[in-house]
DNA sequence: TACAGTTTGTAGCAGTTGCTACATACCGCC
DNA sequence: GGCGGTATGTAGCAACTGCTACAAACTGTA
């Protein structure tokens, strides 16, 4: 065809996979290219043949770990309501793989802070996706398409800032009623007037 | 007195907030010492004169900052209202001083997700004040001492979100809803049945 | 077999990292 | 003047960073 090997982007792609699965155990922050490569059982040059650079490298890995999570939570049965969708889906958060992916975006999002890329730029875009996911979610429970957006924009910020608070708690009872107080917010938003603003 | 020079923890102390200052401002993310101490007139042999390592320098600009932090959230006036003192708080927190604060603390948190010291305890020390000082802010707004706490972790984990969100979104009009409804959760909180747990 | 392309290995570069050994200057005190 | 403490400057180390130049293998096609 139009290659000598039957591979091409092929490589590329099952080393994204594999460098993903590295970066969600070891996170991204002290990643450096030599001890991923040897990781993954093949050479920094390697790396750089098949990515254009570090900065292309944790971008994709980054990609990939975003579409792990919205499968995810794309994967997760329809709740009865959306309270129940809320505790369902920070049980699904804190444990396995999307605790992971979770925790990857959390560093991605703190790196991107300042607006250093590709952090900035990669964390914006998997952030939109990731909110339609939520809202989805919530509409599957129940809740109106016109407040989902914005009971999935609290859901998120929310989830995010408990997740920070994640290991340092003693304790889950706090935890846990942060979040019972979260779906209760959540659920009390998409109970609102479907034109409203909320209370006051 | 007991020393040859007068001063003894005095540099320290004032190279400790030099070094938040240059911290709050460029992160601590890419921190290291050399440029650290150019910025600061001095040189990095001086740093590690004055602080033990790199982790003890760390630690202390992040107890610094959190401080500071703390200092802002203590001087705000009290809010006739709960609502108002979260919209108060969430403005605070977007501007200057203290938004600068909070973007390091969650870049600590952050680098301590995955327990890398000494991110990880630091952040658990501040996080303790950090709440208490919350929950006072909310008790002079109005809200019972008994819900307080439990009030303030939500705020403060929304707020974390939010921030985390901050450079992210186009227009602050989605973010201001959500600081809204925010508001509107954690006076609902505030205002449940004291002993009780909430709705349900 | 020879060719052209893709894929991989070896070595190395220039820069940065945290940190340290050594020498020096400064200060008040005896 | 000398002494002991703090404070500071110079030089350098070993490790590591992302990245690249060069050369070698492999592949299917001709």
Redesign the pocket.
């Known amino acids: 065809?139009?290659?000598?090997?039957?591979?091409?982007?092929?490589?590329r792609r099952q080393l994204a996979e594999a460098a993903t699965d590295h970066v969600l155990e070891h996170g991204l922050i002290?990643?450096?290219?030599?001890?991923l490569a040897a990781a993954l059982g093949?050479?920094?040059?390697?790396l750089?043949?098949?990515f254009s650079?570090?900065?292309d490298?944790v971008a994709t890995v980054l990609h990939t770990s975003n579409e792990r999570s919205i499968g995810l939570v794309r994967s997760l049965p329809a709740a009865p309501s959306v309270r129940e969708a809320v505790l369902a889906l920070w049980a699904a958060s804190t444990h396995g793989q999307l605790e992971r992916c979770q925790r990857l975006y959390v560093e991605a999002a703190a790196l991107g802070l300042l607006g250093q890329e590709p952090y900035a730029s990669v964390v914006g875009e998997s952030n939109q996706a990731w909110l339609r996911a939520l809202a989805d979610l919530l509409v599957a429970a129940g809740c109106s398409p016109d407040l989902a957006p914005r009971a999935a924009h609290l859901l998120d910020a929310a989830m995010m800032g408990l997740q920070l608070d994640l290991p340092l708690d003693r304790g889950t009872a706090v935890l846990d009623r942060s979040v019972a107080d979260l779906a209760d917010a959540v659920a009390s938003i998409a109970a609102s007037a479907p034109g409203g603003q909320g209370s006051r």
Chains 1, 2 share one sequence.
């Open positions: 065809m139009e290659t000598g090997t039957p591979r091409e982007g092929d490589r002290g990643l450096s290219l030599r001890p093949t050479s920094d040059r390697m750089l043949y098949h650079g570090k900065d490298l």
